[in-house]
C-alpha cells in the first residue's frame, strides 16, 4: 500500500504513523511548513511540505498515492470567526478531495469528530451513525465546521471516501495539549473550571488502529463512530484529581458561565495573551456531549477499545516524558467504570 | 567551527515565530517569559533549526530547553560533533 498521511506530525498522524511502521507500511508524510517533526525526523520517515491550500502541490504528492489518510482537518485555533474557520476548512477539504480524485487515489480516510453526532434517536440510549445532525446544530464555531466538512466529505463523488469520527482523544503524542488539557491540568492540582457533560473518550492508538483497517477492509463503513468510553466528566476529573493526589475539584460551573469564560478567554488570547485555559470548542464538546455506540466499528472492523485505564497510565508515562506532568509515573490506575 | 550562523538563525526564527526583531532577542532571554514563545512555538522554533542545519535532537531533549541560550548550546553541541 502506498499511503500518504495529511498531518503526519500531529498527534493522531504521529500515532498512525506508527502503526503503519508496525505493519510493514512506510508512510509518505505530509506537513505544513510551520510545525513540529521532530517525532518524524526521529522516525527518518519520507516528508514532503504541502499547505492544503494549494491544490495543485497537493496533486503532485498524491500521485501514485492508494490510500490518503486526512488527519489534518481545518481545526482553528480560536472560535470567534466562524464564518472565516468555516471557509478555510471547506476550501482546503475540496482541494484535498479534488485532488485525490483526480490523482486516482484508491481510498480517502477522512478524520472527522463527535461533533457531528446529534442526540440518539427516540428510544434509544446511545447514538450511532444513523445519528447525525441535518444541518449545522449551531451551538458555535467548531460544531458548524465539522458538520459542513463532513457533508462535503461524504457527499464528494469519484474518490471513495471513509469518514472517521473519533471521540476525545488521549494518549502519547498530543503534543499541543488538546483533548488532555484537562487532565494535565487536573494532575498539576490546577482545578480548572469546567462545566459538566458527557465525554466520549478514546485510546488514540485505537483510532490509529481503526484508521489502518478501514484501509485493508475491502468495504469499510461509509461514517464510523469510535468511542471507547462515555461518562460524566465531573467524576472522571474527580477519580483523576484523587489519583494525583490533588484536592476534589470544585463544583461544575453551568453551561452559559462556561461559554462565557471561554468566549474571554479567547478575546485575550487574540489579543496577543497565552493560549485559553478553557476553549469554546472543548466547551460545546462537553456540554452537547451525547452517549456514543461505537459498536459499528466492532463489528466492521473488528475494533476492541483500549480500558480507559490503560489508556490514562499510557498517557501519565508519555506526559511525564514530556515534562508536561512533574515527578514520577503513578502506579497502574485501577479500572474505571 | 563557527557556531555563528546557527546563532544568527535562531534569532531569525524566532522572529519569525513572534513579533520582535531578531536584534532585540538577546541569548540570555527565556523562551517563554520573554520572548512569549509558547510550548507548541518552542517546539517548532527547534524543528526549524534541526532541518535547516540537519541536526538531531530528540523531543524529550527539546521539551527541556527553555532559553536562547539553551539552543545554541545543544546546536553547538551537535555541530561540534560532527566536525
Known sequence: VRALVLGAAGFLGLNLVDRLLLEGITPLCARRRRTNVLALRARRLPMVEVELSDRGALLGVMAGIDVVFHCAGHYPRLSLDRDAAIATGVRELEHVLSAARAAAVRRLIYVSSTATVAPPRPGRRASDEADRFPAPPGFGTYHDLKWRMEELALSFHGVEVSVVCPGACLGPWDLKVGTSALLIATARGLDPPCPDGIVNLVDARDVAEALFRIAETPRPPKRVLLCGANLSLAPLLAALAHRYGAPPPRPPILAAEAIRLAEAEEERAALGGPRPALSREIVDLIVHGVPIDARLAEATLGMRWTPLSQTLDAFDDWARRMHLIPGASLEPMEALS | ?83
Open chain 2, 1 to 83: 567551527m563557527n557556531i555563528e550562523p546557527f546563532e544568527r538563525a535562531i534569532k531569525e526564527t524566532i522572529a519569525e515565530l513572534t513579533t520582535l526583531r531578531a536584534t532585540e532577542i538577546r541569548n540570555e532571554d527565556r523562551l517563554r517569559e520573554d520572548l512569549g514563545l509558547d510550548s507548541v512555538s518552542s517546539m517548532e522554533l527547534l524543528s526549524m533549526l534541526a532541518e535547516r542545519f540537519d541536526l538531531e535532537i530528540g523531543i524529550e531533549e527539546a521539551v527541556q530547553i527553555t532559553t536562547v541560550g539553551a539552543v545554541l548550546e545543544i546546536g553547538r553541541q551537535r555541530l561540534h560533533a560532527r566536525t
